[in-house]
């Protein structure tokens, strides 16, 4: 899959389930509740036991993107490539993983925090960013960065939950993810993954509940700087 048409899957499925745990076959297990449930974008940690068994055997399943996480040397970014992954999850603006990702034709998604970061980020080429940590007022400050600069595509994931994703959405993100919500430490504890299937449904409900346009193409001021600079 092109980045591209990542893009686009992840404009319209709108949120990501992401699951960390120290239990392979939980981990195995709970994304595939996730998955009954509606979700179509899931990210595994590198914390999860062999994480790369994972994203490829979930590769392997029609019509389900893989995204790593936790990805923070150039190294396991290659191997999450190799494995299926279509997109790479920081939690920091790492240089190597960012230019690793596109090399390989996958889509980085770096931890960002401030303005600053957020447009480093995306000049180095990260087609999305990762608000991280997510602040308490998110949709509020995810509002501002995006008003002097909508050419960003901010991903919130900690802090989202069913009762203000619709926020967030009103807010301006490209997507979310699901982290805690959708994967209760006390659910995965229990394997209730009845449960689980239940909360993917009402987090995906509350997340598309918001009509929203055909993904933005705003200008982008550095791609215009870009070309300036070929054409002079």
Known sequence: MKPEMLLDRMWQERAVAIIRTG????????????????????EFTLHCPRPFELIEWFANQEGIIVGAG?????GDAR???????????SPILDEDVVGTAIEHGAVAM???????????????????????????????FIRAALGPMPFLRLVPTSGVTPENVVQYIDAGVYAVGF???????????????IEIERLAREALAATKAVPRPDRPTGPDPFARAATDAVTA
Do not use: C, W
Not at 23 to 42: C, K, N
Not at 79 to 89: C, P
Not at 119 to 134: E, T
């Open 110 to 140: 770096p931890g960002v925090r401030t303005p600053t970061e957020m447009v480093r980020a995306h000049r180095l080429g990260a087609a999305v960013q990762k608000l991280f940590p997510a602040p308490a007022n998110g949709p509020t």
């Open 179 to 193: 982290v805690a919500p959708l994967f209760p430490p006390e659910v995965l504890a229990d394997r209730d993954y």
């Open 79 to 89: 191997r999450a490539i190799e494995a299926g992954a279509r997109f790479i999850v």
């Open 70 to 74: 936790t990805v923070m040397q150039p």
């Open 23 to 42: 239990d392979h076959d939980v981990a195995r297990d709970a994304m595939s509740a996730a998955i009954e449930g509606g979700f179509r974008l899931v």
